[in-house]
C-alpha cells in the first residue's frame, strides 16, 4: 500500500513553460475533456546520459543524488533514463553500489494544474525489491493536507494499485487494486474533476471516490524507486528491471 509521504520534490523554479497545446482527444472509458497540454510518444531515442539532452524541452527529473522514498535508494537519471523504439526506458540498477531509479515530471505552461485528465501506457519487468508510482504530487508541497493521487502505483512483482490520498491533515487513503500485472502493457488513467476522482485500466473503470478530494495545484511525476521491502533486512533489489513508456497525455477540463 502506498500510504506514505513522498520524498519532498521542491524545484519548481528549475522549469521552463514549453508544452504542446492541441486539440483534445478521449480514452477509452473516459468522459470528454478540454484541451490536451501534453502529449509525448517519444518518437527521437536518446541513449542513456542524453535523456535531458533530447527531451529537456518537454521533461523535467528528479536531480541526481536525490534519495527515493525509501531513503535506502537513489535518482540517477544519466544512468537511468533512456529512449528507445517509441519507448521511454527507465533501467533501474545497481550505481556506485547503490540501487538507482530516475523520475521525470513533464512540463505544462504553469507547471501544474487543478483538475484534468492523465493518461500513460506502460509496462515494467516483474523484478522484486523496485516499484513505480505515477503520481499527483501537490504543488504547495503540503502533505498530506493537499493529498496525493497514485495511479498506477505498485512493487514491479505486484499487481497495480491505485491510491488517493485525501486532502486531510489525518492523512487518509483509500485504495483501489485491479488485479493488472505490469509485466503487460497497460493504459492507465487518471480523471481528477472538482469533487471526484476516478481510476481506468484499459479503458475499465478500477474505482472511483468523492472523499477527500484534492482541489489545489498538482503536477505529474512518473516516479520509479526502491520497493515496499527497501527497508527490510534483504529487501533492496539485486536485479536490474526495465520499466517502460509508451505514451504520456495530459488534458485540462473544460471548467478550468
Excluded: N
Excluded at 144 to 171: C, K, S, W
Excluded at 173 to 198: I, K
Amino acid at each position: 500500500m502506498s500510504g506514505t509521504s513522498r520524498t519532498r520534490r521542491s524545484f519548481l523554479a528549475t522549469l521552463g513553460a514549453s508544452a504542446l497545446l492541441v486539440t483534445a482527444g478521449c480514452s477509452d472509458g473516459a468522459t470528454p475533456a478540454g484541451p490536451v497540454l501534453f502529449h509525448e510518444e517519444f518518437p527521437d531515442d536518446a541513449a542513456e546520459g542524453e535523456f535531458r539532452h533530447v527531451y529537456g524541452d518537454r521533461f523535467d527529473v528528479y536531480p541526481t543524488g536525490w534519495r527515493d522514498t525509501s531513503k535506502r535508494g537513489v535518482y540517477r537519471p544519466d544512468q537511468v533514463l533512456s529512449v528507445q523504439d517509441g519507448r521511454l526506458r527507465f533501467r533501474l540498477q545497481q550505481v556506485d553500489g547503490e540501487p538507482a531509479s530516475a523520475a521525470v515530471v513533464p512540463r505544462l505552461p504553469h507547471y501544474g494544474q487543478r483538475y484534468g485528465r492523465y493518461t500513460v501506457r506502460l509496462r515494467a519487468d516483474p523484478v522484486p525489491g523496485w516499484k513505480l508510482a505515477f503520481l499527483l504530487w501537490p504543488d504547495s508541497e503540503r502533505w498530506p493536507d493537499d493529498g496525493e493521487i497514485d495511479f498506477p502505483d505498485a512493487d514491479l512483482q505486484h499487481t497495480v494499485g491505485a491510491f488517493l490520498h485525501h486532502a486531510d491533515p489525518a492523512g487518509t487513503v483509500e485504495e483501489f487494486p485491479t488485479g493488472a500485472r505490469l509485466d503487460d502493457w497497460h493504459t492507465a488513467v487518471v480523471e481528477w474533476s472538482p469533487g471526484l476522482v476516478r481510476f481506468l485500466l484499459d479503458g475499465t473503470l478500477v474505482g472511483s471516490s468523492t472523499t477527500g478530494v484534492p482541489d489545489t495545484s498538482m503536477h505529474f511525476v512518473l516516479q520509479t524507486e526502491t520497493g515496499s521491502t527497501a527497508t527490510r533486512p534483504g529487501g533492496l533489489p539485486t536485479a536490474e528491471a526495465l520499466v517502460e513508456v509508451s505514451d504520456v497525455r495530459i488534458e485540462s477540463h473544460p471548467w478550468t
